[in-house]
């Protein structure tokens, strides 16, 4: 069982950067494709961003693709989200995940095994 923790979140205003972090327990973290998912009011969950086991491919949703940079450390077993100009819209829960398909960048949350806490975003404008 792999237990993720993210921190970082907060209240930034519009067009301003903030860094979330997600931090897993096991070392079998190097062997997990990662994720990035959110959840805003009265919406469904997400995706975000996935980055595969070894960092060499990424995916974006389109509402990001510009902005947000996912990156990972699987010596710290760490994943992070770079999130740069930031819009109202952007306000969310936002969740880490980890996925065995180690190889992939999925977009669904089924994919998905373990999943964080979450940490809230809040965009002021």
């Known amino acids: 069982q792999v237990q993720l923790v993210e921190s970082g979140g907060g209240v930034v205003q519009a067009g301003g950067s903030l860094r979330l972090s997600c931090t897993a327990s096991?070392?079998?973290?190097?062997?997990?494709?990662m994720g990035w998912f959110r959840q805003a009011p009265g919406l469904e969950r997400e995706f975000v961003a996935a980055?595969?086991?070894?960092?060499?491919?990424?995916r974006y949703a389109d509402s990001v693709k510009g902005r947000f940079t996912i990156s990972r450390d699987n010596e710290k077993k760490t994943v992070a989200l770079q999130v740069n100009s930031v819009k109202p819209e952007d306000t969310a829960v936002y969740y880490c995940?980890?996925?065995?398909?180690?190889?992939?960048?999925?977009?669904?949350?089924?994919?998905?095994?373990?999943w964080g806490q979450g940490t809230q975003v809040t965009v002021s404008s």
């Open positions: 995940a980890a996925s065995r398909w180690l190889a992939s960048t999925e977009t669904t949350r089924q994919r998905y095994d373990y």
């Open positions: 096991e070392s079998a973290f190097r062997t997990l494709a």
């Open positions: 980055i595969t086991w070894n960092g060499d491919r990424t």
